[in-house]
């Protein structure tokens, strides 16, 4: 069902109004309305994938980037540590 022009009107100004009194609000609910689509499209992905067809490719989360990241760095350090342990006990034993 359309909304009339004066039903728009009056939506478009109390929105106005509810960015101007309360930001925090607003920046819930657009949070809000991000996980609710997120949401969305992951049921889509479900269903399409149940109905055989191939899912759109999606990139990785900044989170999952982060963590993966993170991962190899403490590999690294801990590689790295333990092959200075070995020269270090090696280098013990040539004397």
Known sequence: MAWSQ???RMLAQIER????????LVARLESF???VR???ESERRRVAKADGEQPPNRRPRRSTVIIVISWLLIATLVATL????LRH??????F
């Open 17 to 24: 109004h509810l960015v101007d009194e309360d930001p925090r």
């Open 89 to 94: 006990e090696a280098a013990a034993l040539a």
């Open 6 to 8: 004066d039903e728009e």
């Open 33 to 35: 309305n991000e996980r």
């Open 82 to 85: 333990l092959v200075l342990v």
């Open 38 to 40: 997120r949401s969305e």
